[in-house]
Nanobody, 118 residues
């Protein structure tokens, strides 16, 4: 099976920055999409950003479009989420996931906590 391990979370003050990493191991896929999700306590999980592994397509949620940047390093099997100008509402557990085909993200990491304080 595929394993995804996130890192880089932590506690920062509003306006600060963090870079999250997701390392993928196990079987490989020729074509897939990597996504970053987040879930705050008492709220539904939401897609934050996504990137195609072998193509140019990216997606950003409107609330993070000008502040977050998703990138990849295919040789290292790693996807990054660079977050700047963090806000209180960015506080959540952030998880990476893989969509290989269809509309569902099939493989998930364990998540990494991001806490933004004032």
């Amino acid at each position: 099976q595929v394993q995804l391990v996130e890192s880089g979370g932590g506690s920062v003050q509003a306006g600060g920055s963090l870079r999250l990493s997701c390392i993928v191991s196990g079987r490989t896929f020729n074509t897939f999409t990597m996504g970053w999700f987040r879930q705050a306590p008492g709220k539904e999980r939401e897609l934050v950003a996504a990137i195609s592994w072998s193509g140019p397509n990216t997606y950003y949620r409107d609330s993070v479009r000008d502040r977050f940047s998703i990138s990849r390093d295919n040789a290292k099997n790693t996807v990054y989420l660079q977050m700047i100008s963090l806000k209180l509402e960015d506080t959540a557990v952030y998880s990476c996931a893989i969509k290989t085909t269809g509309s569902l993200y099939r493989y998930w990491g364990q998540g990494t906590q991001v806490i933004v304080s004032s």
